[in-house]
């Protein structure tokens, strides 16, 4: 880990806040265990321009499909709105608590925010910015975990614009910074001076 953090609360959070920064260090602890976090993975691909001609997005390492349909099965805790360990609301929670922390907790917020909701690599598809936020909408909701329809029409859309394994490349991407972001938290949360925070 980087620099150590080791923050006080100084203000009591309540049950409720208790417990969404204890089911947080429990997903955050799933995260770690998962094989693609702790034994690591190859992501990386190209996008280059010759004049007149379109650009060439080129793969040539992604996650094996399996483990990483299980990492985003975890992952999915920590971006969903109404899940106690929502990164940002725990986030939130401790800055709340913790006020020596919050310029700490305000990097990770801007790492999980560039990570998330900045312009990938500055594609702009009709005019709007695509960002990795909405690329995990599209996989996760007409992929990975539901069928929506009109999700998977937009996303072959993009699939046929920039090739299927880039637009993966891009959620993969995201997940991985996110996950650095999680796990750097829940290191914070584990040195927390104070006995209720440990699980």
Not at 86 to 98: E, K, Q, S
Not at 128 to 146: E, G, M, Q, V
Request: proline share 5%; hydrophobic share 40%.
């Amino acid at each position: 880990m980087p620099d150590e953090v080791v923050a006080r609360l100084e203000t009591e959070p309540s049950d409720d806040e208790w417990r969404g920064i204890r089911t947080f260090r429990l997903r955050a602890d799933e995260l770690c265990k998962s094989s693609l976090v702790s034994e690591g993975y190859e992501l990386s691909a190209n996008m280059s321009w010759k004049a007149g001609e379109p650009p060439q997005f080129t793969v040539s390492a992604l996650p094996a499909e399996e483990p990483f349909r299980s990492l985003l099965l975890t992952f999915r805790h920590f971006v969903a709105n109404d899940e106690p360990s929502n990164f940002l609301r725990v986030l939130n929670i401790v800055a709340r608590h913790a006020p020596e922390a919050r310029a700490f907790l305000e990097g990770l917020r801007d790492r999980w925010n560039q990570a998330l909701f900045g312009g990938l690599m500055n594609i702009s598809v009709s005019g709007k910015l695509l960002t990795a936020s909405h690329i995990f909408d599209l996989w996760l909701n007409s992929h990975y975990f539901h069928n929506d329809e009109a999700k998977k029409q937009e996303l072959e859309r993009l699939s046929n614009m920039f090739t299927s394994d880039f637009v993966k490349f891009l959620l993969a991407n995201a997940v991985t910074e996110c996950s650095r972001a999680v796990m750097q938290l829940s290191y914070a949360l584990s040195k927390l001076t104070n006995p209720k925070a440990a699980i």
